[in-house]
C-alpha cells in the first residue's frame, strides 16, 4: 500500500494551497481508519497538523487552527489539506499517512500504516 502525495510548491505570505494524498495497491478492498497530515521544517521534528478519523473526527494543530481543513474522500482514498493564509513559518516538508486494512487472496485481515513521500511546502515573498 502506498500513498502517494502532491499540491506543494512556491507561495506568498498570505496565499492558499491544495495538498493531495492517494492510496493505491490491495486492490479494490483497501480501506483507511485514520488519515493525517505530517510536516517536518529544517532542523525540527515531524509534526502532526492534522488529523482525520473514519466517521469524520478531525483534530488539528493549534498552530494552524483556522486557517487548514483537512478532509477525505473515502471512495477515493484520497485525504486533502486546504491550506490558507499561509505564513512562513508555514514552510516545511509535508507528509500524508493513513492506518490502513484489507482482506488478502484467503481472507484473511491485513493492518498497518503508510507514509507519503513528502511534499515540499514554501512560503517566502
Known amino acids: 500500500v502506498q500513498l502517494q502525495a502532491s499540491g506543494g510548491g512556491l507561495v506568498q505570505p498570505g496565499g492558499s494551497l491544495r495538498l493531495s494524498c492517494t492510496a493505491s495497491g490491495s486492490g479494490s478492498g483497501l480501506r483507511f481508519t485514520a488519515l493525517g497530515w505530517h510536516r517536518q521544517a529544517p532542523g525540527k521534528q515531524r509534526e502532526l497538523v492534522a488529523s482525520i478519523g473514519s466517521v469524520g473526527s478531525i483534530d488539528y494543530a493549534d498552530s494552524v487552527k483556522g486557517r487548514f481543513t483537512i478532509s477525505r474522500d473515502n471512495a477515493k482514498n484520497t485525504v486533502y489539506l486546504q491550506m490558507n493564509s499561509l505564513k512562513p513559518e508555514d514552510t516545511a516538508v509535508y507528509y500524508c499517512?493513513?492506518?490502513?486494512?484489507?482482506?488478502?487472496?484467503?481472507?484473511?485481515?491485513?493492518?498497518?500504516?503508510?507514509w507519503g513521500q513528502g511534499t515540499q511546502v514554501t512560503v517566502s515573498s
Open positions: 499517512n493513513g492506518d490502513y486494512y484489507y482482506e488478502d487472496s484467503s481472507g484473511a485481515p491485513v493492518v498497518g500504516r503508510t
